[in-house]
Nanobody, 118 residues
Framework: QVQLVESGGGLVQAGGSLRLSCAASERTFRSYAAAWFRQAPGKERELVARIDWSGSITSYADSVKGRFTISRDNAKNTMYLQMNSLKPDDTAVYYC???????????WGQGTQVTVSS
């Protein structure tokens, strides 16, 4: 069982940046594809960015391409989401997930709130 803990959320003005971290409790995290999802009030959960086990293959939702960067440090069992040029529409609870298959995952974090003010 892998436990995931997100950190780094908060309140930021439009145009600002935040870096989210996701720390995994087990080394098996290194062998899993992982991803960041987000869910805003009244909206469906959205797959924001995905990364393969090695960190060499990444993909992004069109809404964040060119602004967000997903990465991982397997030596630290940690995944990151660098978010730049933030917009009010990016406001949501952000979740990290591991052992991702499509839009599903076996392991989820508790979520961290990101609020972007205009």
């Amino acid at each position: 069982q892998v436990q995931l803990v997100e950190s780094g959320g908060g309140l930021v003005q439009a145009g600002g940046s935040l870096r989210l971290s996701c720390a995994a409790s087990e080394r098996t995290f290194r062998s899993y594809a992982a991803a960041w999802f987000r869910q805003a009030p009244g909206k469906e959960r959205e797959l924001v960015a995905r990364i393969d086990w090695s960190g060499s293959i990444t993909s992004y939702a069109d809404s964040v391409k060119g602004r967000f960067t997903i990465s991982r440090d397997n030596a630290k069992n940690t995944m990151y989401l660098q978010m730049n040029s933030l917009k009010p529409d990016d406001t949501a609870v952000y979740y990290c997930a591991a052992r991702v298959r499509g839009y599903e995952a076996d392991y989820w974090g508790q979520g961290t709130q990101v609020t972007v003010s205009s």
